[in-house]
């Protein structure tokens, strides 16, 4: 059982920057592969960014492509999501989720998710 708690969520300025951390517990971190997705209101989960266990290979979709990195310490058990130049339609719940398998996009992969962290963009 892994357990998953996100921070660094908040209020910012479009064109600002947050950081999002997600902690695990267990010992296991480091062979797992760890996602960021985002639920805007009234929107679907959406996949924003992957990475692999040993931090070899990310992903992301296009809207995150260029202003988002993800990144991880396996030393810490946390991985992170730099985000830059936010906009308002960033607005949304964002989750980190862990994975036994493969990196990929799909929500459905990934075994393990946390509670989520607000990110609200302002205009």
Known sequence: ?????ESGGGLVQAGGSLRLSCTASGRTFSTY???WFR???GKEREFVATISWSGGRTY????AKGR???????????VYLQMNSLKPEDTAVYYCAASYGA???LGASYDYWG???QV????
């Open 68 to 78: 988002f990195t993800i990144s991880r310490d396996n030393a810490k058990n946390t």
């Open 60 to 63: 992301y979709l296009d809207f």
């Open 33 to 35: 592969t760890m996602g």
């Open 1 to 5: 059982q892994v357990q998953l708690v």
């Open 120 to 123: 609200t963009v302002s205009s």
């Open 115 to 117: 509670q989520g962290t």
């Open 103 to 105: 990196p990929s996009y």
């Open 39 to 41: 639920q805007a209101p």
